[in-house]
């Protein structure tokens, strides 16, 4: 029996040695590599309940998420705001988010995103409400990039962003400016 129990302890070992040089003898279709994927990255093309986290994760936002919110093909984000004249991370943020949104999956229909402070209690900066059916998403997308939302009156007027006094405490006022062309005469 002591014999039998060896053999079948040693068969186990050298089938678990095999198994373990396998991915580095060169035998398969990944030859050459050394190392194997274990889990293969799937495109995301439908944001459901359960790859939400996943989805605001692999944005690698710069700003803090206070919280998510998925319910009927619209995506709430609400980020919170922590430094003083922040507003360029913001912008990037709110690019990844839009990209997300309606580049990278097909299910979400409308996107908000709401900026509060979080030393004044949670207090609401601004907010954002991008649509799917928004035409210059399919007309000047790449120019979100370039954008400088809070200041510039078309960008405002795209993302319908609307913001409180807080913001101006915190900013200063908000001046704005226009860059659609002139009216012809």
């Given at each position: 029996m002591r014999k039998a129990y060896l053999t079948s302890l040693g068969a186990a070992l050298?089938?678990?040695a095999v198994i373990g040089l396998m991915p580095h003898s060169g035998i398969g279709p990944e030859r050459g590599r050394g190392e194997v994927a274990v889990f293969h990255p799937s495109e995301m093309k439908r944001l459901t309940?359960?790859?939400?986290?996943?989805?605001?994760?692999?944005?690698?936002?710069?700003?803090?998420?206070g919280k998510v919110q998925w319910t009927q093909a619209v995506l709430t984000v609400e980020m919170?705001?922590?430094?003083?004249?922040?507003?360029?991370?913001?912008?990037?943020?709110?690019?990844?988010?839009?990209?997300?949104?309606?580049?990278?999956?097909?299910n979400v229909?409308?996107?908000?995103?709401?900026?509060?402070?979080?030393?004044?209690?949670?207090?609401?900066?601004?907010?954002?409400?991008v649509r799917r059916t928004d035409n210059w998403l399919g007309e000047n997308f790449n120019e979100i990039s370039d954008a400088d939302p809070l200041h510039d009156e078309l960008w405002?007027?795209?993302?319908?962003?609307?913001?409180?006094?807080?913001?101006e405490d915190r900013l200063g006022?908000?001046?704005?400016?226009s860059t659609s062309p002139l009216p012809s005469s």
């Amino acid at each position: 029996m002591r014999k039998a129990y060896l053999t079948s302890l040693g068969a186990a070992l050298a089938v678990t040695a095999v198994i373990g040089l396998m991915p580095h003898s060169g035998i398969g279709p990944e030859r050459g590599r050394g190392e194997v994927a274990v889990f293969h990255p799937s495109e995301m093309k439908r944001l459901t309940s359960r790859n939400l986290v996943d989805a605001i994760v692999s944005l690698q936002l710069t700003g803090r998420v206070g919280k998510v919110q998925w319910t009927q093909a619209v995506l709430t984000v609400e980020m919170r705001a922590d430094d003083e004249k922040q507003t360029d991370r913001w912008y990037k943020d709110m690019e990844k988010l839009i990209r997300l949104s309606f580049t990278q999956t097909e299910n979400v229909n409308r996107l908000l995103i709401r900026y509060v402070d979080a030393k004044a209690g949670g207090q609401l900066l601004f907010a954002a409400d991008v649509r799917r059916t928004d035409n210059w998403l399919g007309e000047n997308f790449n120019e979100i990039s370039d954008a400088d939302p809070l200041h510039d009156e078309l960008w405002r007027k795209r993302l319908r962003i609307a913001y409180t006094s807080l913001l101006e405490d915190r900013l200063g006022p908000i001046d704005t400016y226009s860059t659609s062309p002139l009216p012809s005469s």
